[in-house]
C-alpha cells in the first residue's frame, strides 16, 4: 500500500485563531468622568470646582480632562485679564502715549 497525503500540511500561520476579547474590569473613576468633566471645563467650571462637584480629588478631575482630549488646563490668557482691566480700556494703538 502506498501512502497519498489527502490534506495539505497547514502550518501554524495558517491555522484559524479566534479570541474573543472580554472587558473584566471596571474603568477608571477618571474614564468614567471624562466625558463630564469636559463638558463642565468647557462651560469655564475650574477643575477644583468640577472635583467638588463630582465628588473626586482635583488631580482625578485633572486627569479626566487629559484623557477626554482637553489636555492640561491652561491659565487664564494675559491679553484677556488686560483688556478686561480699567487701565486699558481707553488705550489704542493709534493713540499717543
Same mark, same amino acid.
Given at each position: 500500500?502506498?501512502?497519498?497525503?489527502? %490534506? &495539505? +500540511?497547514? /502550518?501554524?500561520?495558517?491555522?484559524?485563531? !479566534?479570541?474573543? $476579547?472580554?472587558?473584566?474590569?471596571?474603568?477608571?473613576?477618571? %474614564? &468614567? +468622568?471624562? /466625558?463630564?468633566?469636559?463638558?463642565?471645563? !468647557?462651560?469655564? $467650571?475650574?477643575?477644583?470646582?468640577?472635583?467638588?462637584?463630582?465628588?473626586?480629588?482635583?488631580r482625578?478631575?485633572?486627569k479626566?480632562?487629559?484623557?477626554?482630549?482637553?489636555?492640561?488646563?491652561?491659565?487664564?490668557?494675559?491679553?484677556?485679564?488686560?483688556?478686561a482691566?480699567?487701565?486699558?480700556?481707553?488705550?489704542?494703538?493709534?493713540?499717543?502715549?
Amino acid at each position: 500500500m502506498v501512502w497519498t497525503r489527502s %490534506q &495539505r +500540511i497547514r /502550518t501554524a500561520a495558517q491555522l484559524p485563531f !479566534g479570541v474573543a $476579547l472580554l472587558e473584566t474590569t471596571e474603568r477608571p473613576p477618571y %474614564q &468614567r +468622568i471624562s /466625558t463630564e468633566v469636559r463638558q463642565l471645563h !468647557g462651560l469655564g $467650571l475650574s477643575l477644583s470646582r468640577i472635583a467638588a462637584l463630582l465628588d473626586v480629588s482635583d488631580r482625578t478631575a485633572a486627569k479626566a480632562l487629559a484623557f477626554a482630549g482637553g489636555g492640561r488646563p491652561s491659565p487664564p490668557d494675559a491679553h484677556t485679564a488686560e483688556a478686561a482691566s480699567p487701565l486699558t480700556d481707553s488705550w489704542s494703538p493709534g493713540s499717543a502715549g
